[in-house]
């Protein structure tokens, strides 16, 4: 089997480590525009499977070249170059696995996928991506679902760097500063940037953190695709009160959030100064969540199903090199590409959200990479969303 991964940061690194740690896996090509850091990733895998080249993102003709005659072609660069990256796919017939979307319905393009007769999945890291998969999981416990609730907190702090970024800085900025938007009684709402702000009682060692609405895609496919009547879903990323001084003044100031020209030196100047996530491996004290709590009604019965992953950022550096969140997003690409590449879920041509996809074969995976998930059923008797 033969794999094209495209993006050698902290993320792309977690996902090569698992594709060259894979007996199935007969060779790994790492595309990065950065191409010593490709040839870096490449050199320090086990078995000699990897293969670097350099590659602009942006060059389908390029990428349909470097990644033609793969079982499957993992996006992992910054979303921007997706649209680029999907034609490649396309045009080479390779099926395709990203971590985030580039735009609020990435879906209308299936119809190409069909014809192509190409498999694409949109949206499989952490969040999205295993936050979905959480939600099937447990929607499927229910025949009516109310809610489904998502919280990403997280306890990061670093001694050397005042202001970090635990994944691409220039995603987690434009997601902060734009504004969101949650599904309330069937119909969307939009919240401004920093609102719906709530304390939510993360399990320890993160603990009670403030959270806030954020741009996501779980709130814009969850609704779409789970069905069942749900009434509500959200998501909501924790902040701390330095990071969101921070964000607020990068908003006020309008540099980011805004295609204008006269800005673009000082966002790029900016983003030249926040470390990047692999810089922070081994510099980062606190713990990582993931929740995703379902609420729904079986037989007449109401529960609410809550599934959750927690690691400490030093296990983290310890046992696998990377942040929890840069493990638990790369983890979830690689799972995602294997299980696509192999065969073992069932994704004819289309176009998907992870939601789409069974999830019966992604649990036992993760957990098999040292994802702990936990699952917990109680029942609740008033309606809550």
């Not at 595309?31 to 086990?46: I, M, N, S």
């Not at 969040?127 to 499927?140: F, L, T």
């Not at 992604?362 to 109680?378: M, W």
């Amino acid at each position: 089997m033969k794999i094209a991964q495209i993006g050698t940061g902290a993320v792309g690194t977690v996902i090569a480590r698992h594709l060259a740690a894979d007996p199935r896996v007969a060779e790994v090509v790492l595309a990065d525009v950065d191409a010593p850091l490709a040839a870096r990733t490449a050199a320090a895998l086990p078995g000699g499977k990897a293969r670097a080249v350099g590659l602009d993102a942006g060059d389908v003709a390029a990428v349909t070249r470097a990644i033609q005659g793969s079982d499957v072609v993992i996006n992992a660069a910054v979303p921007r170059f997706n649209a680029a990256i999907q034609a490649a796919a396309r045009e080479a017939g390779v099926n395709y696995i990203d971590l985030a979307a580039d735009s609020s319905d990435p879906y209308v393009d299936g119809p190409k996928w069909r014809d192509a007769g190409v498999t694409g999945v949109i949206g499989f890291g952490e969040d999205p991506g295993i936050s979905n998969v959480m939600a099937r999981y447990g929607a499927d416990q229910f025949d009516h679902v109310e809610s489904i609730r998502i919280r990403d907190g997280d306890t990061a702090s670093s001694a050397e760097f005042p202001f970090i970024c635990l994944f691409s800085p220039e995603t987690f900025i434009g997601e902060t500063l734009h504004s969101s938007r949650l599904w309330r009684h069937g119909r969307y709402e939009t919240i401004p940037p920093f609102g719906e702000k709530e304390v939510y009682p993360f399990p320890e060692p993160v603990g009670p953190q403030p959270v806030y609405s954020v741009d996501h895609e779980e709130t814009d496919t969850l609704p779409r695709f789970i069905g069942k009547g749900i009434q509500y879903c959200d998501f909501k990323l924790a902040l701390d009160d330095r990071s969101v001084r921070v964000l607020q003044t990068l908003g006020d100031l309008g540099i980011f959030g805004t295609d204008r020209a006269d800005t673009a030196a000082a966002r790029k100047a900016i983003l030249s100064i926040i470390p990047k996530p692999a810089q922070l491996v081994g510099k980062v004290e606190g713990s990582a969540a993931l929740i995703v709590a379902v609420e729904g009604e079986k037989a007449g019965k109401r529960q609410r199903v809550t599934l959750s992953a927690a690691m400490s950022h030093p296990d983290a550096a310890r046992l696998h090199g990377a942040t929890a969140t840069s493990y638990f997003t790369g983890s979830g690409g690689a799972v995602g590409a294997l299980l696509l590449a192999t065969k073992a879920v069932d994704a004819p041509p289309g176009l998907y959200s992870p939601e789409n996809l069974d999830p019966a074969p992604f649990l036992p995976a993760l957990r098999s990479l040292g994802i702990d998930l936990k699952v917990e059923t109680v029942p609740i008797s008033a309606y809550t969303a």
